[in-house]
């Protein structure tokens, strides 16, 4: 149930705003905000099914580790 409304909502603001930037030929600007509204329903399907969400707080020690590690090495 929890998903049927998610995805009427996201359908619902595409009625909306598609119209309207397409009418005005913002192609950019649709992409992006058809590709935000996907991920941003994706995420929010994941939550309503209580399936584990992505930390980015994980990408950034997993990115920054390594850095931090020979940082330490190199200063004493």
Request: net charge positive.
């Amino acid at each position: 149930m929890a998903i049927f409304g998610i995805v009427s909502a996201i359908a619902l603001l595409a009625v909306i705003e598609v119209p309207f930037l397409w009418k005005k030929r913002m192609s950019k600007e649709l992409t992006i905000y058809t590709g935000l509204m996907i991920f941003g329903m994706v995420l929010a399907i994941m939550k309503s099914m209580d399936l584990p969400l992505p930390n980015p707080l994980d990408w950034v020690a997993y990115i920054y580790g390594p850095a931090s590690k020979l940082v330490d090495k190199v200063l004493p």
